[in-house]
Nanobody, 114 residues
Framework: VQLVESGGGLVQPGGSLRLSCAASGFTFNWYAMSWYRQAPGRERELVALINSRGTSTNYLDSVKGRFTISRDNGKNTVALQMNSLKPEDTAMYYC????????WGQGTQVTVSS
């Protein structure tokens, strides 16, 4: 099983980033997919979740209206479009697959700073 995140980086406040997660080694369309984040000294928190068919999503209150999670079951990928980024969005972002098992990627760093 592999989950490989990409797309992180340094961006100014108000900017945008698009994170991607490529999955392999399991039946992707049987799993709900999520993005979590963890800032230094803080607990990991759920940012966004999408169900296995891509028909339902949920978001952390602080990112609603700014972030959008999507998935492509044909390509085994999940994405997180992040707009209007704020310094408080700075964290390591992790992709998670949850179904019969729970799998994690290695993370991609997002830094929002001027």
């Amino acid at each position: 099983v592999q989950l490989v995140e990409s797309g992180g980086g340094l961006v100014q406040p108000g900017g945008s980033l698009r994170l991607s997660c490529a999955a392999s080694g399991f039946t992707f369309n049987w799993y709900a997919m999520s993005w979590y984040r963890q800032a230094p000294g803080r607990e990991r928190e759920l940012v966004a979740l999408i169900n296995s068919r891509g028909t339902s999503t949920n978001y952390l209150d602080s990112v609603k209206g700014r972030f959008t999670i999507s998935r492509d079951n044909g390509k085994n990928t999940v994405a997180l479009q992040m707009n209007s980024l704020k310094p408080e969005d700075t964290a390591m972002y992790y992709c998670n697959a949850r179904g019969a098992g729970s799998y994690w990627g290695q993370g991609t760093q997002v830094t929002v700073s001027s």
